[in-house]
């Protein structure tokens, strides 16, 4: 709550100060808040974590910190940029409804929040976004995940009127749903959120046309939502969850296949590092689905580095958008002739990308890889394929931008900027040393 606080004290403060210096102090605000919940990361703050209708738990803690972080790091990528308030009060905005989601106590609460966070990032996208396509887009996002998520609100209404409560902590454990069709609604409107593969067609569109903000916030943090949603649900479905755990797992984890192998047959940057959000996504919701410690744990590491990482890679990509106006591999290739630095942080991002070690990734994915065959041995096989396709797509996307002949158009590269290199940085830093806290 102090965050929140925060943000609303000192948000007015932003129209008195210039406004060349709004984004710098929206991101060390960001920052400050970063740094304070961290402070806060102890037994007592735990035992007092309820506040008008609002706590935070282990599971929602490290979100909260996630979706700091990111948004003051995507404030640093435009801080160069000549933007209104507007575009400051769009983030705000979703700072709020992001911060409240993961805070929310009651599931009424957390629906509403759940939902107010599409707005900002509608706006995101449909103002600020590159192409006429844009409009699609958004439109795109908005049916899927609004549409979809009217039945929850239903089934929620249902839940109120037969038990009176809808506290997490009231009704946690009570398995309330058992009937196969209120599961599937529900299970649904957080399965598009993800997305799952069958209902990942709103994604691609919207990360190819949302600006380098859109589509930071959309990799980082907005798919988490719908992961963090099942995290809250589970303990009111087990029983009815476990019928169906076999068939919706083992569609994930093929699905992840079929996913890799669209990766490997892009051309378009942007579009591969959709694709690869939706193959780590399906990974954590099979380990999510079997509920056990261990599975929750890589589960919650995986939202963690796949945040960071995939943020990265969409930073990388506007960089090199902006000198070369072109997102197509065949075109960008040769990078590293004309910046070698740039190829580094190209590299590292590649190789975390594909669960390499001394990154946060690493553990995660051994961690979910442990839950899954001990839960069941015959996934073993899909699960290699899994992991070698994201191998296999991770150096595919390294080595067509870094490697090969330079293209001609590209003598007008210009210089990387030390504000990007400090971004890149500060992304790719706490999937090593958050290693430690784990």
């Known amino acids: 709550m102090m965050t929140i606080l925060f943000l609303l004290i000192f948000s007015p403060l932003m129209i008195l100060i210039k406004k060349k210096l709004n984004f710098l102090f929206m991101q060390n605000l960001m920052f400050i808040s970063t740094f304070l919940f961290l402070l806060m990361n102890k037994p007592l703050f735990f035992s007092l974590k309820i506040y008008w209708n609002m706590f935070i738990d282990l599971y929602s803690f490290p979100l909260i910190i996630l979706t700091l972080w990111i948004l003051s790091l995507m404030i640093m990528s435009f801080m160069n940029m000549n933007f209104k308030m507007l575009y400051l009060f769009t983030l705000l905005c979703l700072t709020l409804a992001l911060l409240l989601t993961f805070m929310s106590m009651n599931f009424f609460l957390f629906y509403i929040f759940f939902e107010i966070s599409m707005i900002p990032t509608f706006f995101l996208i449909i103002s600020w976004g590159n192409q006429f396509e844009r409009m699609e887009a958004s439109m795109y996002m908005f049916m899927y995940t609004i549409f979809a998520s009217l039945p929850l609100m239903i089934i929620l209404i249902l839940m109120y009127l037969n038990f009176n409560s809808l506290n997490m902590i ?5 398995h309330l749903i058992n009937n196969v069709y209120l599961y599937i609604y529900m299970l649904l409107s957080f399965l598009i959120k993800l997305p799952m593969f069958f209902f990942h067609l709103w994604l691609p569109k919207a990360h190819v046309e949302a600006p380098i903000s859109g589509s930071m916030i959309l990799a980082a943090i907005m798919l988490k939502l719908g992961g ?3 995290l809250r649900s589970i303990p009111i479905m087990e029983k009815i969850n476990m019928k169906f755990n076999l068939i919706i797992i083992s569609l994930t984890m ?5 996913t890799s192998l669209i990766c490997i047959k892009q051309t378009d940057m942007k579009m591969l590092v959709a694709y690869s959000s939706i193959v780590h996504m399906s990974m954590m919701l ?4 079997i509920s056990s410690y261990l599975s929750i744990l890589g589960s919650l590491m995986m939202m963690i580095s796949h ?28 990078m590293m002739n004309m910046s070698p630095s740039l190829t580094m942080f190209w590299f590292l991002t590649s190789i975390f990308n594909m669960a390499a070690p001394l990154s946060m990734n690493l553990f995660s994915e051994i961690f979910m890889i442990n839950s899954i065959m001990t839960w ?17 797509y991770s150096m595919f996307l390294y080595s067509s931008t870094q490697h090969g002949f330079l293209n001609k158009n590209l003598n007008l590269f210009t210089q990387i900027k030390i504000q990007e290199y400090l971004n890149l940085t500060l992304h790719l ?10």
């Open 254 to 258: 093929i699905s992840s296949i079929f």
């Open 170 to 174: 009231i009704i946690n454990n009570m």
């Open 286 to 289: 099979a380990s999510l689905l």
């Open 228 to 230: 963090y949603g099942i």
């Open 429 to 438: 830093t706490p999937l090593i040393f958050l290693i430690m806290f784990t």
């Open 307 to 334: 945040g960071l990482c995939s943020s990265a890679l969409f930073l990388l990509v506007n960089i090199t958008y902006s000198r070369s106006k072109s997102r197509s591999l065949i075109l960008n290739k040769g």
């Open 376 to 392: 069941s041995l015959s996934m073993i096989l899909i699960i290699m394929i899994s992991s070698f396709m994201s191998v296999l």
